[in-house]
């Protein structure tokens, strides 16, 4: 059976500890937020939050995320300092006993939603990325140099004529949204700092990102092998650039060339089935099964894509149910028990899959009570997300 975890945000985490044990985790997915980026993780720090999951009768499974440093991705500045920061709490961490760091290498923006309550038919509500609303925000509200060269004169107009559908609350929602930053997200912006922090990737497109992810696996690896940590990347979210920015995980091709930029058994993957499963050209069962041997740790979640119409542009998407939605979750499982099963039979170290539910809607108690919930993460919809997935693994782990 797959471990089954949960994302933790730390204490002041609505969702307690206590929570997550009556959920039927027994693993934690948390990250030291509170520790500037580009700082490292001192052994104090970490083993602190350690003794704190572990008191509470669970177990610190998987960091996500230590956060990699802009200056990292744009290889500029103090790059060269933040590397060797970034390796020091890989060290810290597999002193305190820790194995698993998740982390993601998407420019200036970690995860993006244009609406955090998008209401579902049965009245709960979740996470969406809709095309049109961003094009409105970076042409008209950000006023991106640039950006309308990405977008056809129709694309445009349908993007004012929406604009102009929303009033002045409405539009500061969206701007906030977009840049305030999301649960896990590594920064929060103003739009004028928004706006600065886009010009440092002027001069870094897609090869030099991907070039600059490159370097950086290749001074990191080598220290995570060396000590037993194994890195997994999260994948683009969304799987497409945005804001002219360069996107370099979001495939299954992106996925194999940083496999073999350094290739090691350190060297591994986040399978996010929700972040992949956007673009109808991954194949998720078969990407599972032709990457499991690097899958390090898994994001099980499903998304919807919502098709192109007469004023609404391509690339949208909400997050829908565990079990519904664009992805095959129960090809996905079945691939992910088999990888672990072939691991038992070759005698790897690595039988230990984490996987955690992921963005589970706004639902029942945490929609009517009123109490503070951090978008995507809320207790209830979460727990129907593991039970889900829980009843999925037992079912077809049995079958067999």
Not at 67 to 81: C, L, Y
Not at 194 to 212: I, K, M, P
Not at 254 to 276: I, K, V
Not at 342 to 365: A, K, S, V, Y
Request: hydrophobic residues 35%.
């Amino acid at each position: 059976m797959l471990e089954q975890t949960w994302r933790w945000f730390g204490p002041n985490d609505p969702v307690s500890l206590n929570d997550v044990r009556q959920a039927g985790a027994t693993g934690i997915v948390s990250a030291l937020h509170h520790i500037p980026n580009g700082a490292v993780w001192s052994v104090d720090e970490i083993i602190s939050r350690k003794t704190t999951i572990e008191q509470a009768g669970l177990t610190w499974s998987v960091v996500e995320s230590i956060p990699v440093h802009e200056e990292i991705k744009t290889r500029s500045g103090n790059f060269a300092t933040y590397v060797e920061n970034y390796k020091e709490s890989i060290v810290n961490l597999a002193q305190a006993g820790i194995d698993t760091v998740c982390y993601n290498f998407m420019p200036v923006l970690d995860w993006t939603r244009t609406d955090l309550d998008y209401v579902m038919p049965d009245g709960s509500t979740g996470l969406r990325f809709d095309a049109t609303e961003f094009a409105a925000f970076e042409l008209y509200i950000l006023q991106r140099p640039g950006a309308r060269q990405l977008y056809s004169a129709e694309e445009q107009q349908w993007a004012r004529q929406l604009l102009n559908s929303m009033d002045d609350t409405q539009v500061n929602r969206l701007t906030r949204t977009i840049i305030a930053g999301l649960p896990g997200s590594e920064e929060s912006y103003t739009v004028e700092r928004f706006r600065e922090a886009l010009t440092a990737y002027q001069s870094v497109g897609d090869q030099e990102l991907r070039q600059n992810l490159y370097v950086f696996l290749r001074e990191i690896v080598p220290v995570a092998e060396s000590v037993g940590v194994r890195l997994a990347i999260h994948p683009d979210d969304p799987p497409y650039p945005i804001l002219g920015l360069p996107r370099v995980v979001s495939t299954e091709a992106d996925a194999r060339a940083l496999l073999a930029a350094a290739e090691s058994p350190a060297n591994g993957l986040c399978f996010c089935t929700g972040s992949y499963g956007v673009r109808p050209d991954n194949d998720l069962v078969g990407m599972a099964q032709r990457l499991g041997p690097k899958i390090h740790f898994v994001h099980l979640r499903s998304t919807e894509r919502t098709p192109a119409g007469e004023t609404a542009l391509d690339g949208s998407f909400q997050e829908a149910n565990h079990l519904e939605g664009d992805v095959d979750m129960a090809g996905v499982m079945q691939a992910l028990l088999a990888e672990q099963k072939r691991r038992q039979e070759e005698g790897r170290p690595d039988l230990r899959m984490p996987f955690r539910p992921d963005h589970g809607h706004r639902m029942l108690d945490d929609l009517t009570s009123g109490k503070r919930t951090n978008p995507g993460y809320t207790a209830i919809g979460r727990l129907r997300g593991l039970a889900e997935l829980r009843g999925l693994m037992l079912g077809l782990s049995q079958s067999r």
